[in-house]
């Protein structure tokens, strides 16, 4: 575990770094440094806050510790600090413990936050305290409290004779809703194979720096908002990505951001002297940015180009899937020609009006430049370094094939509305001449598209067993 103070030296580092301080001058800091250590799917920077990053990396040691059972190092932790305690129960604090140990103790709540149980026979997963079905202990879910003795009782403990789930005894605490998600989970208590920990947080249940970085953060939940992770896919130069970002959050140093930080006498534009230096002005409205966007933007669509607010306008034009006559993408065009408007305006903050370009000569610079950006980009020594693949769809009609002589063929389908969602299966069971033999329909409960077709195929097997001669 590293010092607080260490972490936040280091921190600073970083901030200084971005936003180019040196020590002799310094810079201003556009967006704050939670922000800068956000995701990028988030909105954030994508850096990572040292603080965070450090959790992440010791709940990697107590993942190892979980899961490598056989190396020398795991064995020695597990023998002198974990006692009789198995799995995550072994992570507490330990009076004469190593540094390391108490290191890894610390990323305990977080290793807990992101494991979760994958049931086999339920034997080993207790049902209340364990994660196993939601993202949090059932015990927190429960609409009162539950008893001590329940709350000791294993995942396997709460079915009955024929494999079924308690579900009336459940009620007493649960909701019907967490009920149908119990409901669709298989457990098989005559197994001989053991629940086991996974990593849910990744879709492979496998223990990432990623994931354990984005649970470390209070609060973080992935954004649902694909802009963010659009801007930065755009076929341009990563300057333009990270301006992109920038406008978006309303964060670039017009004059009305540097008037309210006090680094401006007047927040107006240095061309229009009586109106305010927005982000939607500079990069839309004024004269010289009107005028190239008057060029580009064909006529029909003018009058909403020019009359959206900064945040649909915005928007709108990053996430466009129009092309332009030239072959570039209208949201690739777009961000560079921001980019190289800003760049345009900031030449006559700091050098005067006739230092910049006019509007005409600004039009074709920015049409010449991202059309050599756009060529540079699909050059076939750039492109062989990306990873395309294209999927060939081939449409193919089909109908049902009866089995061969003396087989019955087993049809199923599952389905929920919406993923994980309330699911349900069905199937049918044939003769090589098509007759019926069985069929099913079963409610699942809540459960994704895929394991609905699993519980399909279950039910299936299970109707054919019931047939004579099965």
């Known amino acids: ?27 201003m800091h556009l967006v704050a440094w939670e922000k800068l250590a956000e995701p990028r799917t988030q909105g954030g920077g994508g850096l990572r806050a040292l603080r965070h990053a450090n959790l992440a990396l010791l709940a990697k040691g ?28 072994i992570f507490r604090p330990c009076q004469g413990s190593s540094f390391a140990w108490s290191s890894i103790n610390k990323a305990a709540s977080l290793l807990k936050k992101g494991c979760a149980w ?43 004779v024929d494999g079924r789930w308690d579900t009336t005894h459940l009620s007493q605490w649960l909701s019907a809703e967490i009920i149908q998600k119990i409901t669709a989970v298989m457990v098989d208590a005559l197994s001989s194979d053991e629940d086991q920990i996974f990593w849910k947080a990744s879709a492979d249940g496998r223990f990432t720096m990623k994931t354990a970085y984005l ?14 992770k659009g801007i930065w896919k755009l076929p341009v130069p990563e300057r333009v990505r990270c301006f992109t970002w920038l406008v978006l959050l309303g964060r670039i140093a017009t004059n ?56 649909d306008w915005l928007r709108s034009n990053l996430t466009s899937e129009d092309m332009m006559e030239s ?9 560079i020609a921001i980019w190289l408007v800003w760049r345009n305006k900031c030449i006559v903050g700091f050098k005067g009006v006739s230092k910049a370009l006019t509007a005409p000569t600004l039009a074709h610079s920015i049409q010449h430049k991202a059309l050599l950006w756009h ?16 999927a060939n ?60 077709e699993l519980w399909a195929f279950y039910h299936g097997l299970e109707s054919w067993m019931r047939q004579p001669g099965g």
């Open 1 to 27: 575990m590293i010092p607080v103070n260490v972490c936040n030296t280091i921190d600073r580092i970083n901030r200084d770094f971005i936003w180019g301080k040196d020590e002799n001058q310094g810079k």
């Open 118 to 160: 994958n049931i086999h026979n339920g034997k080993s997963t207790n049902f209340w305290l364990d994660n196993w079905i939601l993202q949090e202990p059932l015990v927190e879910a429960a609409s009162q409290p539950v008893p001590e003795k329940e709350r000791a009782r294993t995942v396997a403990s709460y079915m009955d």
């Open 327 to 335: 072959g570039l993408a209208w949201n690739e065009f777009f961000s």
């Open 256 to 311: 009305v951001l540097r008037f309210c930080r006090r680094c401006s006498d007047s927040p107006n534009c240095a061309r229009c002297e009586d109106t305010p230096e927005t982000v939607l002005h500079v990069l839309r409205d004024c004269p010289p940015a009107r005028f190239c966007w008057s060029r580009w933007v064909p006529i029909d669509k003018q009058t909403e180009f020019f009359h959206k607010g900064q945040e």
């Open 375 to 390: 060529q540079a980009w699909e050059a076939p020594s750039i492109k062989s370094g990306r990873s395309i693949l294209q």
């Open 62 to 89: 107590g993942w190892r510790i979980l899961q490598e059972k056989e190396t020398l190092w795991t064995q020695i932790m597990r023998a002198k600090y974990g006692g009789k305690r198995k799995d995550l129960n």
């Open 215 to 228: 649970l470390s953060q209070p609060g973080s939940v992935e954004a649902n908002d694909r802009i963010w």
């Open 393 to 452: 769809r081939i449409t193919e009609q089909i109908s049902w094939q009866p089995p061969s002589s003396g087989w019955h063929k087993l049809n199923i389908d599952g389905a929920s509305a919406g993923n994980p969602g309330t699911a349900g299966a069905g199937g049918v069971i044939r003769d090589e001449q098509g007759r019926w033999i069985a069929g099913f329909v079963a409610k699942i409960g809540e459960a994704t598209a895929a394991l609905a």
